[in-house]
């Protein structure tokens, strides 16, 4: 009833069953509260995910160079394109990070939106970038390229390692925080993993033949978009 006497279009007169207060009751008390909060655990995940990115790379060119090794180290030339391309990746892995793990004007995350262009948009933004004008190497780049499988199975290893560290640690910033568009948001946290992985997988190797790239560099954006899309909105939700 409304304070007028007149029954209320939206109201109900009858009271949830007790059963329910306990069921609730019962699932609050069960449920241990969060000993840090979501922010506190973004920014350790933002922090550690580049020191990551870096072991990996440094442990891979143990194994395959036997001497730490970038693409700089193998002879390519800095030039602008270098630096442009390079500055345009580091953009959008950033981009994606940003739009992942935001908390949003409401606090309930970046926007349907935002996440869906995301997940959408970096695998081919990505890929673009590698392809549309791969970059030169010198001849002693060149000639270490010789070694490299052109299917880039050492290089798929490599993105695959550094993009399930950092899904894992954008899941766990992120665990039991999502509770609305939970599957954008796990596709846009693996799309943001795996913008991180071709990041790294840039900065290691020179390849210019394509079909190393695609496999090696944009293949691992797309698994790990999908992967997020699949395994991570159950871990999101509260």
Known sequence: MTDRGLPSRFGSELAPPEELFFK???????TPAPKTTTRLRVIVATAVVPLL???VL?????FVYHQ?????HEGTP?????????????GLTLSATLIALGRGERGLGSSVVALFLAAVLV???????MLLDPLEVSQAAAASLATLSPWAPRCFTVSAAVGLLVLLSFTAALRRSAPVASRLRGAAVGAAAGAWAGLSVFMYCPATEYHHLLVGHVLPIAA??????????RALRP
Do not use: E, K, N, Q
């Not at 440094?58 to 143990?62: F, I, K, T, W």
């Not at 695998?123 to 970038?129: D, R």
């Open 24 to 30: 609730v009751r019962s699932a609050v008390a069960a």
């Open 53 to 55: 990115a870096a072991a």
């Open 58 to 62: 440094l442990v891979a060119s143990h």
């Open 68 to 72: 730490p090794a970038l693409r700089i």
């Open 78 to 90: 800095v030039t602008v394109h270098l630096v442009i391309v390079l500055l345009l990746i580091v």
């Open 123 to 129: 695998t081919p933004i990505y890929a673009v970038l």
């Open 224 to 233: 790990l978009t999908l992967l997020g899309l699949a395994a991570i909105p």
